[in-house]
């Protein structure tokens, strides 16, 4: 299948490691030019290097405020023009209800929620000037799911599912998607590092699940939550 998407510029955040980073090398396997963002340089630059195409790779923490409007304007000052968003970042600490403080929230609103409305914002004046914009959140099962221990990404996660329902029924008629990809258990450090067990899903094919959707075929798919989960969410909805 022709995904539409040679010579497209996309901006993936969170994409030296993990899913980001997959989903930056499936976009640029189809022919992308990338804007690709992570705090650490060293890491970022080895990403950089294994990608297929033309990469600009900006050393940015995206849950900082201004990051957002710096890494947008840099793409369209490099390409001279943004079609892709994959909005990505760091998932929070494990914790139950109770435990985290008010810190502890406020830090997972920001990285898991706002950051992701602030990329949207700065990204989709240059998709509506073009009449076509795709855009990919990376979240989680849990938005369908909570997930007893995450509940700092429970919380963040399904306020930005919710945000996302409003924002894609506005965007749909500018010719710009937006859409949830939502992990399960997938390979990654955060896996590892959260003690996960289990079978669990291959980062490559998640990226390549987020190419689709951000493709030129997916046009008519927007506001889903698509679970990337090999069947382990019970929820009917
Ligand atoms: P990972 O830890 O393997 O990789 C995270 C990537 O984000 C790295 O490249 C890291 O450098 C970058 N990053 C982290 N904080 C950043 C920041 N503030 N600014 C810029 N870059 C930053 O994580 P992953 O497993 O790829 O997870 C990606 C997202 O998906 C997370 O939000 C995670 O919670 C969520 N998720 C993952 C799984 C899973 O099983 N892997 C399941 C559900 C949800």
């Known amino acids: 299948m022709n995904l539409g998407l040679e010579g497209r510029v996309a901006l993936v955040t969170a994409a030296s490691r993990g899913l980001g980073r997959a989903s930056a090398a499936a976009l640029s396997r189809e022919g992308a030019r990338l804007v690709i963002c992570a705090r650490g340089e060293d890491a970022l630059g080895e990403a950089a290097a294994q990608m297929a195409g033309e990469v600009l ?26 079609d892709v968003l994959v909005a990505n970042a760091g998932g929070p600490p494990p914790g139950r ?33 073009n009449g076509w914009g795709r855009i990919c959140l990376i979240t989680s099962s849990a938005v369908k799911q909570p997930i007893p221990h995450l509940t700092l990404s429970n919380t963040a996660r399904a306020g930005l599912w919710a945000w996302a329902k409003t924002a894609a029924a506005d965007l749909f008629p500018l010719g710009i998607t937006l859409n949830l990809a939502c992990p399960g258990s997938h390979a990654t450090e955060r896996a590892r590092a959260l003690g996960t067990a289990g079978v669990m899903g291959d980062p490559e094919d998640f990226g390549r699940v987020v190419a689709f959707l951000c493709s030129e075929p997916a046009g008519f798919i927007s506001g889903a939550a698509l679970q990337v989960d090999g069947a382990s969410t019970a929820a009917l909805l």
């Open 57 to 82: 790779a900006v050393a940015a923490d995206v849950t900082a405020t201004e990051t957002p409007q710096r890494l947008v304007d840099a793409a369209v000052e490099r390409f001279g023009r943004l």
């Open 97 to 129: 209800a109770l435990e985290p403080d008010d810190a502890a929230f406020e830090a997972a609103l920001n990285a898991n929620l706002m950051t992701s409305i602030r990329l949207v914002r700065s990204a989709v004046p240059h998709m509506t000037t």
